[in-house]
């Protein structure tokens, strides 16, 4: 009897296993969970690293915006500059593009970006408090906020230029949001 109740045990706790195992097939599993999807972006108000002129996202209500979380001691922001600095000469005409530093110093910014250039705003963020009001878990991480003030979506990890295409185009009404796969380097 006794070894009755261990092989029902053991056949439950099988059907448990692939219970949860059987959930999980099907689904990216690089797909971090973003409950802001659809939700008002956080406003803030934060300096330009440059000029240090405050910069606020509700000074571009009306407009879409892709805000890009960034550090330059992070090796896949460091791949993806050159994406972004393509996209906004791309679409900066139709699109603000932001950089927000995160986590880093404004000498470290200032020195890498003079070195490699930058067409579009760079917003420091101190304490990290946009950051945290945005969720980023690290980065790089890319929002992607329509004219009306809602987060569209948002991209973890290095864009790159046939996925920021998609994303600009979906921000301005010309084509649905890319869907959530890996996406490898070029």
């Given at each position: 009897?006794?070894?009755?109740?261990?092989?029902?045990?053991?056949?439950?706790?099988?059907l448990a296993l692939l219970a949860v195992l059987a959930k999980g097939f099907g689904k990216d599993p690089h797909e971090v969970p973003f409950g802001m999807r659809g939700k008002p972006a956080p406003p803030f108000q934060l300096r330009d690293l440059?000029?240090?002129a405050p910069?606020?996202?509700?000074q571009f209500r009306g407009k879409p915006v892709?805000?890009?979380f960034w550090a330059t001691w992070c090796g896949p922001c460091k791949q993806e500059h050159p994406v972004l600095t393509w996209a906004q000469r791309e679409y900066g005409d139709q699109v603000v593009f932001l950089g927000l530093i995160f986590e880093d110093t404004p000498e470290n910014a200032r020195r890498y970006l003079a070195e490699n250039g930058t067409p579009f705003p760079q917003l420091l963020d101190p304490n990290s408090l946009t950051a945290v009001a945005y969720g980023v878990a690290g980065v790089p991480e890319t929002y992607f906020i329509s004219k009306d003030g809602t987060i569209l979506d948002k991209h973890v990890g290095p864009i790159w230029p046939d996925r920021m295409t998609?994303?600009?185009k979906a921000l301005l009404g010309k084509g649905p949001l890319p869907t959530a796969t890996a996406e490898a380097a070029p």
């Open positions: 009897m006794k070894r009755w109740g261990l092989t029902v045990g053991f056949v439950v706790l099988c440059t000029t240090g910069v606020s996202l509700e892709v805000l890009n998609a994303y600009v």
